[in-house]
């Protein structure tokens, strides 16, 4: 079964450090996103992504975040200048037709540790 | 903005017990989605509802979209240990055109023996 594949699994980095988290969605899904969740929350949206644009983006997702689909296959989030509070379970989901009416298949995420 | 909430926030029952997880949204929804997330997982996507008052079900799993879609419920009858996890509800931001899902605050569920 196609599923969304994400790596890396864990990755910890000092405050003020750039990271790239990298996901490959499903291969015919044309929708893609980011979310968050901190430790014990709800999963937070960040981000959408259509036809190589953004979509929507929430009040979280500022300028030092930015998304790419640099190939056919990957789609990357970027966190420019990393604070303490952006550790978080971060995952990438994918959906095939139009999203609000279809289902999100999630990524198994990655732990993103800020010291 | 659009915010969703589901009550109880925890609930530990007993494996053979029923549970019912309960989800509010502020504003009313096109449609609306149940995710199970298990400890340490990602979450699952369950089920979508579209129609006022829709009831799906799923085995031992049942889920309702209130008349006025701006509700919903998922009732699990008779636990199982498998049942553990935390359940979210979602919904479209506010079209049907809209490609954000704001997630419920979550019911997370512990079934024990």
């Known amino acids: 079964e196609p599923e969304v594949t994400q790596t890396p699994s864990h990755q910890v980095t000092q405050m003020g450090q750039e990271v790239i988290l990298r996901c490959v969605p499903i291969?015919?899904?044309?929708?893609f996103y980011w979310y968050r969740q901190i430790l014990g929350q709800k999963v937070e949206f960040l981000v959408s992504f259509y036809n190589n644009e953004i979509s929507e983006k929430s009040e979280i997702f500022d300028d030092q975040f930015s998304v790419e689909r640099p190939d056919g296959s990957n789609f990357t989030l970027k966190i420019r200048s990393t604070k303490l509070e952006d550790s978080a379970m971060y995952f990438c989901?994918?959906?095939?037709?139009?999203?609000?009416?279809?289902?999100?298949?999630f990524g198994p995420g990655t732990r993103l540790t800020v010291l | 903005g659009q915010q969703v909430m589901q009550i109880p926030q925890y609930q530990h029952v007993q494996e053979g017990e029923d549970f019912t997880t309960y989800c509010n949204s502020s504003?009313?929804?096109?449609?609306i989605q149940w995710y199970k997330q298990r400890p340490g997982g990602h979450p699952v996507f369950l089920i979508q509802?579209?129609?006022?008052?829709e009831v799906k079900k799923q085995k031992r799993l049942t889920f309702q979209f209130g008349e006025a879609k701006k509700n919903s419920s998922l009732h699990i009858t008779a636990t199982q240990t498998t049942d553990v996890g935390t359940y979210f509800c979602?919904?479209?931001?506010?079209?049907?055109?809209?490609?954000?899902?704001?997630f419920g605050t979550g019911t997370r569920l512990q079934v024990t023996l």
């Open positions: 509802l579209v129609k006022s008052g």
């Open positions: 291969s015919n899904h044309l929708y």
């Open positions: 504003t009313t929804l096109s449609n």
């Open positions: 989901a994918s959906s095939e037709l139009r999203p609000s009416y279809n289902e999100q298949f």
């Open positions: 979602a919904g479209p931001k506010g079209g049907g055109t809209a490609s954000k899902l704001t």
